[in-house]
């Protein structure tokens, strides 16, 4: 029987000819993160095991992210447990100010290649599956395993194939595209499932754009987000890639648990409501609402990338933030800090009345950079509105594209972006 | 010998955001992380808990992100198994590889309520709701999965395998 994309690079990392869905498999794994988080958890168990040295450290990355440069005294003694390991162990690490968040750092530098199995201690590891690997986010433990041995233990999951036909309209973007998804199918719509993203819609569009998609494939469940390998990805991997890569292509007859659908042209711009991700509401619906808000968030892993701050940029440009508001920007790694320094986006963000800062994840988790007291709303770019994520749990988020993020901190309240161009 | 104690029921979805928000991921010690056990989610769960009760919740508890914190905060918190419809995917391994049990169980979710005493029977996966008299069986563990809460979690089990090697 054929294989799909996720089954075939997972049969090739454990010596078998086939895989199918359920199959129990040990699984090699071509590289392994942890954050300042989880790394802790993940070194302690490490040492439980009575084992001196990790696999490889040249495959094995430590990426502070979460809560630095730090921001309490406990928060600091995690980080330096983890920089701690990394200098014993000689495997690789970002110190705080060269680094930024995972997700986007690590394969903007080329560390993880298409073909890949790569597991990380963090959920939104699967965002990297966008350049055609098996990404997978895992627990401390796991990783701890994984980081040890060189292996995982896995379920070889079902692939559910999502379809976008047509081409995106005008402020409809990719994280459009992906609550618009989540909506549809339900925050447990792709449990222990692949998400294998293609169509016409997807085509044009830049790797950073897909990575949106990926990412939030954690939202719905998903254990992996998986797009086919194109010229667009070659030509992202092929000037920063550390190792050779795998292409791998699903066979014809491959079996997909089920097949999703959309006509890209009919999707709107769409705001995920509190408190969940899955609470997709058109724009249009939201406006009429007149939704007052007091901060927005544009950065994360979900849409901190150099294409996401230009969109907001767009909205931004010789405006003011409005009265009463404020609005962190924050760009995902040190790389596309230094580019938005270059590029005059440091400089606009600020001269419109943004706090804007040194790459972290902040924010996004209430960690600090940007928590929110009792009562208080924030439209943010990130991937999650849960109760309590980014502060009191009687603050509410709203998760949009950045072009709305921007557009709401102009006009102070939930609007379309065309409404303060 | 099986499991025994009071229900804590809660919905669909319960993230691990609100099982223990990220303003207490700045340290790793269980009884810190278990004063905070299900915070945002039940401000009362903490106070309310005693050793051996058992947390039953609709489909997809433990979504969100892969914190391990969640998983040890319940256990901490004296949880001896946690009953639910479905789990998310990464809390269900790291709820395996710590060796919290966890049972899927829907008859079982819909027949308790907050307050029931439960008896649970990791082995067999038979569940009896001890306050109404009623019985439910959970999906059985595939066998690999037993193994490693037999072992006492995915360290133990790696550590021994290790050493056989060796």
Redesign the interface.
Known sequence: MGMTIAEKILAAHCDRREVQPGD?INCRVDFVMAND??A??AI??FR????ARVFDPQRVALVPS??VPN??I??AA?AKTMREFAREQGCIYFEQGQAGIEHILLPSRGYVVPGDVYVG???H?VTVGALGAFAC??????V??AM??GEI?MRVPPTLRFIYHGRLNRWVDSKDLILHTIGQIG??GA??AVMQFEGEALRDMSVNARFTMTNMV?EA?G?AGLMPVDQVTLDYVRPVARRQWTIYEPDPDCQYAATHEFDASKIETTVALPF?PGNAVLLSEVVKQDIKIDQVFIGSCTNGRLEDLQEAAEIMRGKKVAPWVRCIVIPATQDIYLQTLKNGLAELFTEAGCAFSTATCGPC???YMG?LAEGERCVSTSN?N????M?H?NAEVYLANPAVAAAAAIAGRIVHPEEVL | MPLRGHVHKYGA?V?T??II???Y????DPQELAQHCM???DPEFVRRVRPGDIVVAD??FG???????AP?AIKAAGVSCVVAK?F???FY??AI??ALPILECEEAVDGSDSGDKLEVDLESGAIRNLTRGTAFQAKPF?D?MLELLRAG????Y??RR??EKA
């Open positions: 129990l988080v989880t802790p958890l302690q168990e439980k095991l009575g084992v979460h809560f921001k309490d406990q928060s995690q201690a963090d959920s590891t986010g895992m627990g401390s433990t796991d701890a395993i040890a041995t233990w925050t447990d449990l222990y954690a469940g254990k969940s988790l209430g960690g928590v999650r849960f109760r309590g994520r502060g749990p | 979805d993230n955001d609100v928000p990220a303003r991921l700045n340290t790793t915070e945002d989610e489909t997809n979504c969100g992100s892969s914190r391990e914190h040890i479905s998310a995917r990464i391994r790291n590889n710590m595939p690999f979690g995915l360290v133990e790696t550590r290790l050493a």
